[in-house]
Every structure is written in C-alpha cells, then in structure tokens.
C-alpha cells in the first residue's frame, strides 16, 4: 500500500465516520494541533530518555508516553463527528485520566520550590521543551473550545477534552520547572525591561 493517496490534493480529507470536509475545518485544525502536541511531547519524551541516567527522567519518559497514546485516543474522539454511526466505539477521555494528571501535577510541584515571580520558558533543554509542549497544548484546548462553540448542537465536543488538555498544560509546566530542579539549572526569572 502506498504512503501517498492523492485523495487529499484538492483541500479535503475524510473524518472517521467517512464524511469529507476542507482540511481547514475547525475539526481538522483541532485534532491537527492536538497532532502537533503529540509530536512535541515525542521529542520531550527522547530527551527524557536521553538524560534518564543522569536525571533521574526515565519516569518523566514513561509518563509522557503515556499522554501520547491518549492524545491519540482525543484525536480519534476529535476527528469522529458526534452523528457517526459507531461514535460509541471512539475511546473518550475518562475522569481517572483526568485525576492522574492532578495527581502528577501535585507531585512535580511538590518537589520544587514555590513560585515567587514569573518565569520565562527556558532553563534546561528538557524543561525549555515542555514549555513548547505547554504552549501547543494551550492552542490546541483553544481550537477545541472553539470547534465547541462552532458545533450546532449539544455534545459536539466531548466536555472532558477541554478539562484534559486545560489539565495536561498545567502539568506541562510543572514538569518544566521540575525538569529544571532536576537538572540543578534553576528557573529563568522575568525581568521586567521596563523598570
């Protein structure tokens, strides 16, 4: 089978339920972007196993893996249209992932000291790369809030998607910080060039 179909060389592409639209529809640039994050934590997650010896990161990778499955299973979620006949059969977001995810959060910043200003991405090439993740994260829970608002009728958008990626960019951050304190570099502080 060949990699290349051709099928997509005048602007559209098929969702899951078979249906086309324009490969610029707020669906496709929702689960596109959501994509994108995937990948970025794929890059995250090689440096994590790059450093798992001197960092102590091997749990960080494992756990990034983790996401990325799942942000494959919201993808799925995102590009199956709320009227597919076999809608029931797309993996939905479930409150323990969303719970694990707290539970990673409070766990990363436990292990690092309280903010006390605001900090800049950067510090530790790991920790700058989950500050990437965190970003794309952050626009892909915008593009889903407003394939939500764009959808005409209620449920359009599993709910849980938006609390998931709200959720996994806070802890994106956390892990930032923690990958910094890791690595004994310590967060870069905003310095206002103004004052």
């Keep these: 089978m060949k990699l ?8 559209f592409t098929s969702l899951f339920d078979g249906s086309e ?3 610029d529809d707020a669906r496709v640039t929702a689960y596109g972007t959501v994509d994108e994050l995937n990948a970025f934590i794929g890059l995250a997650a090689a440096v994590a ?16 893996t983790t996401i990325q499955s799942e942000l494959f299973n ?16 797309v993996p939905q977001v479930a409150d323990a992932e969303i ?12 292990a690092v000291t309280p903010l006390r200003s605001f900090i ?26 407003t394939l939500s608002a764009q959808s005409a009728s209620a449920g359009a958008v599993n ?24 690595a004994g570099v310590g967060d870069v502080p905003w310095i206002n060039p103004k004052s």
């Design 4 to 11: 290349y179909t051709k099928r997509g060389d005048g602007g």
């Design 74 to 89: 919201i993808g799925s979620d995102l590009a199956t249209p709320e009227t597919a006949a076999h809608r029931d059969r």
């Design 49 to 64: 196993v790059q450093r798992a010896g001197a960092h102590s990161t091997a749990e960080l990778a494992a756990r990034l």
């Design 120 to 145: 800049l991405p950067g510090g530790d090439l790991l920790a700058a790369q989950l500050h990437v993740c965190r970003t794309v994260c952050r626009r892909a829970e915008r593009l889903v809030v």
């Design 159 to 182: 709910p849980k998607v938006v609390i998931y990626l709200n959720r996994l960019s806070d802890l994106l951050f956390a892990w930032a910080r923690w990958a910094n304190h890791a």
């Design 21 to 23: 639209v324009r490969k």
């Design 99 to 110: 719970a694990r995810l707290e539970a990673w959060i409070d766990d990363a910043t436990a």
